[in-house]
């Protein structure tokens, strides 16, 4: 049963008649009692009014032979209240109804309530006597007729019923339909949109059960919306920032080709392998930078040994420092951080390459890794600061930015590798923060990690 619709009705259809059938066996049971208890109220009045009818002198009645209807009745008596009775008086019939038999309705003559099998027919009996004047009345109604008119009050009950839920059915689907006019509004519109059309779905007339959902999905489509564009501009970017080096890849490869000596082909060549060696590093960069765009989930973080891992990154980078004559020197102590191991290595690349490409032949670059604790809170503070050139202050807030450089910084940047620091320290819950680098000159950058810590420890610590 997929259709909502339809299971609303069904829903609340059963519900009713649910409700409805208890409803009918309670009243069913209550007219049968209140029908059961106005029959034996009836035959109980009818026999003691004919009881009190009676006249004083009971040997008049005996010396007057049976009659029929001696007392007087009301003429519709007997066919609206369905009772006949018989007057016995020290034995013998001195009256009774037309309808009623001559042998006694009861044998045993005793007073009170009794079901009789008169005639092959049920009837109810009730029975009432005056021993003083040796007088007794006995009235009774046929139970056939109690029965009828009780199956006629069912029937009538029963076909109101199924006409009143018919009507039912038929306005609560109605209704069931009007209310989901908006839900098919909205599947309307979805159904209309273009390929790549974000535009918000309309929530005008929507109830309010259902606007948090279409909010949700709005929300989602503006999400969307950033996603793609920001793949657009990553690629129109991309493309743009490709398209430099590899021009400049060839117009080095046609001066080598055209070189007079030896010595114009190797430098041409030199230069042709350093710019494949940027090209290189950028293309890195962007497969990086696009890894992390598409990431969403933290599943592959794990303990991780931060200051073993500073230490491997910092000795692949320990030849190229010795070629640029910069000092390396590394101040590290046992951290755990929670991570993922290659986003880490990326960080930490970019960090050092960044401080290598920025700092003078002679400088000097210190990375460290340590535990901090402020204001009761603990973490890992890597830093890597230089004695290079630095940043203006008015451009710390830019620097983070994809593919942004910094004005007159003298370097040729991919302007990709502070923003995947950034993006992978928001990933890892990790504070930046900026500042100067040694002795009052060059740059410095600090990535805060809150600091992970074994539960069993935690627990000791505790």
């Known amino acids: 049963m997929k259709s909502l619709r339809t299971r609303l009705l069904i829903a609340l259809m059963t519900s009713i008649l649910l409700f409805w ?40 009645l005996l010396a007057a032979p ?21 007057v016995w008086v020290r034995g013998r019939n001195v009256m009774r109804s037309p309808d009623a038999a001559e042998t006694p309705m009861r044998a045993d003559f005793t007073d009170g309530y009794s079901r009789e099998q008169i005639g092959g027919e049920s009837f109810r009996v009730f029975a009432v006597s005056d021993p003083a004047r040796h007088i007794h009345v006995q ?57 790549l059309d974000f535009s918000p779905l309309p929530l005008q007339g929507l109830p309010v059960e259902m606007r948090p959902l279409i909010e ?28 430099t080096p590899l021009a400049a890849l060839a117009a080095q490869a046609h001066v080598a080709q055209r070189a007079g000596s030896i010595a114009e082909k190797n430098e041409s060549l030199m230069q042709l392998a350093a710019g494949v060696d940027r090209t290189a590093r950028l293309s890195e960069q962007l497969l990086a930078l696009a890894r992390l765009d598409a990431a969403t989930d933290t599943e592959r973080h794990v303990p991780l040994e931060l200051s073993r891992l500073v230490e491997i990154v910092v000795r692949d980078f320990e030849s190229l420092a ?63 600061a230089d004695d290079g050139p630095g940043i203006p202050a008015s451009e ?18 991919s302007g990709i590798g502070l923003s995947l620091v950034a993006r992978i320290a928001q990933t890892h819950d990790a504070r930046i923060e900026l500042g100067q680098g040694l002795r009052g000159r060059g740059f410095a950058i600090s990535v805060c990690f809150p600091e992970w810590l074994d539960p069993a420890d ?3 610590r505790s």
């Open 396 to 413: 710390h807030a830019r620097i983070f930015e994809r593919f942004y450089r910094v004005p007159g910084a003298g370097q040729s940047g």
């Open 216 to 243: 949700s999905f709005n929300r989602l489509l503006e999400r969307l919306h950033r996603a793609v564009e920001g793949e657009r501009r990553f690629i129109a970017d991309a493309a743009h920032e490709l398209r």
């Open 322 to 384: 010795a070629r640029k004559g910069v000092q390396l020197s590394l101040i590290v102590e046992p951290c755990t951080v929670w991570g993922d191991t290659d986003e880490m290595g990326i960080l930490l690349r970019n960090l050092v390459d960044n401080a290598l490409r920025f700092t003078c032949d002679g400088g000097r670059i210190v990375i460290s890794c340590r535990r901090t604790n402020a204001k009761g809170v603990r973490g890992v503070c890597l830093r890597v």
């Open 139 to 195: 009235v009774s109604r046929p139970l056939t007729r109690w029965q009828s008119d009780l199956w006629n009050a069912v029937q009538f009950a029963l076909l109101n019923t199924a006409v009143m839920l018919t009507l039912l059915g038929a306005t609560i689907w109605w209704v069931i339909r009007w209310s989901f006019r908006p839900v098919i509004a909205v599947h309307d519109a979805v159904q209309a949109k273009k390929a």
């Open 66 to 86: 049976p009659v029929k209807r001696t007392v007087a009745t009301p003429p519709s008596f007997e066919s609206e209240v369905g009772v006949a009775f018989q």
């Open 21 to 60: 059938s208890g409803w009918g066996l309670v009243m069913s049971w209550t007219m049968w009692r209140d029908r059961v208890g106005f029959v034996d109220r009836t035959l109980s009045v009818s026999a003691n009014l004919v009881l009190l009818s009676m006249p004083p002198n009971i040997e008049l």
């Open 458 to 460: 935690a627990l000791v």
